[in-house]
């Protein structure tokens, strides 16, 4: 994969999430557009990220087993024909197919074009600089998707003065459909991927061998749980953030237009993070086990203030720096975590961490919606249990640092 350059892993990455980007702000508007309501709306998102978490394993296995490139084309196809039959479908069996499909794309995506990216990486300059292509993983991720969320508005308002009948939220599906298409054909054009199993079947692939390296690194398994805390974290952020913030600010017109802003300062604190963190590593090259932890906590910090503020100006910084933290946080997780994989189950183990993430999601989801029903505590008392959560899980990891921290030092 040697003729494969960088700026093209960067220009693929960046339009994928782009796409995925110019949909994610418009989808449910686009589903009740389509004549759900909001009870049917839950179990169309309910059944999408049920096809996500079926399949996430699965498509990681595929992904050792058919390679990377293979696996990335497929989520490509699955997106832009998810997205054609959300805008050209009417029938409930339409909608169900697309829901399966675009749920189909983001679990063949999760660790194949990563897993690619990163076997490119260590092929091409060695695994001692693997928290630089964490990073630019991050990096280009984030930049595709914020700029595809400020685009979607845009696309949605030119779609509407064209069209006038039309609410404008198919207008980027079919964008998305387009770009998903071309990526399609630049990647079959600019990747050359250099398989990991040979054709011999001399390295084991399968849920067999993940299983046996999880169980036999302790430091491994509590990474891939402690990803579960973090989706377990994350989505109590996502789902609530919106909500808090309109209840600090009592509703008013100032807060609605803040919501656009501080979603954009979310995005680029984690970008920032994202970069960050490689100096920080840089800085500490022996001690990533030991800058994982710091920035847990650190990030638990910020966690409790965030719950805690009321008003606009610390609610803020309190987020940025939530964002900030966690875009260190993930990259020092994901450099240790592919440190501690080879190379010809890295799509399986990587799908397994995102799994993971799956699972801390949706229990997060049900635990808020017993608690708040339950309780009258409010979302600060869901984001101080999320706090909780992710304390619990670092715990061993602090305890047994010394024992561990050898483990992830690039050889």
């Known amino acids: 994969m040697r003729t494969t350059k960088l700026y093209q892993l960067g220009m693929l990455f960046m ?13 449910n ?11 049917t709306l839950a179990l169309a998102m ?6 996500v978490v079926i399949t996430e394993i699965p498509s990681g296995l595929a992904s050792d087993y058919f390679g990377r490139k293979a696996c990335f084309l497929f989520s490509k196809f699955a997106s832009a024909v998810g997205s054609l039959l959300l805008v050209f479908g009417n029938s409930l069996v339409a909608l169900a197919l697309a829901v399966l499909f675009l749920g189909l794309a983001r679990a063949f995506i999760s660790g194949s074009f990563e897993a690619l990216a990163i076997d490119w990486h260590n092929d091409t300059y060695g695994v001692q600089g693997l928290h630089r292509i964490t990073m630019l993983i991050s990096v280009w991720d984030t930049i595709g998707l914020s700029a595809g969320a400020l685009a979607s508005g845009f696309i949605t308002t ?4 064209g069209f006038p009948l039309s609410s404008g939220y198919d207008g980027n599906f079919l964008v998305s459909a387009v770009l998903n298409l071309a990526v399609l054909l630049l990647a079959l054009v600019l990747i050359h991927e250099k398989r990991i199993v040979s054709s011999e079947g001399d390295r084991e692939i399968g849920l067999r061998p993940v299983f046996r390296l999880i169980v036999g690194n302790k430091l491994l398994a509590l990474l891939l749980l402690a990803a579960g805390a973090t989706g377990f974290l994350l989505s109590s952020i996502e789902k609530y953030w919106q909500p808090r913030l309109v209840e600090i600010g009592n509703g008013s017109e100032s807060t609605a237009i803040f919501l656009g802003v501080l979603a954009f300062i979310g995005f680029m604190s984690a970008l920032v993070g994202a970069y960050a963190s490689t100096k920080v590593m840089d800085r500490f090259p022996k001690s ?19 719950s805690s503020v009321w008003h606009q100006g610390p609610y803020t910084a309190a987020f940025g720096a939530f964002y900030l933290f966690l875009g260190m946080v993930e ?3 994901q450099v240790m975590t592919n440190s501690l994989t080879p190379s010809h189950i890295r799509s399986s183990v990587l799908s397994v961490s995102s799994f993971s993430m799956q699972v801390g999601g949706l229990v997060a989801s049900a635990f808020a919606a017993v608690w708040l029903h339950a ?14 959560v992710v304390l619990v899980v670092l715990l061993p990891l602090v305890v047994f640092y010394r024992r561990w921290k050898d483990q992830v030092v690039p050889k």
């Open 375 to 388: 309780t009258t505590q409010g979302i600060a008392s869901v984001w101080k249990a999320s706090a909780v």
């Open 158 to 161: 030119w779609v509407r003065r």
């Open 288 to 306: 990533v086990l030991g800058v994982y932890v710091v920035l847990r906590l650190v990030m638990v910090v910020s966690i409790l203030a965030l």
């Open 29 to 39: 508007l686009l589903l009740l557009d389509k004549g759900l309501n909001l009870s």
């Open 15 to 27: 339009l994928s999430s782009f796409s995925l980007g110019t949909t994610l702000p418009v989808m």
């Open 331 to 333: 990259v020092s997780g």
């Open 46 to 51: 309910g059944a999408y990220s049920l096809v």
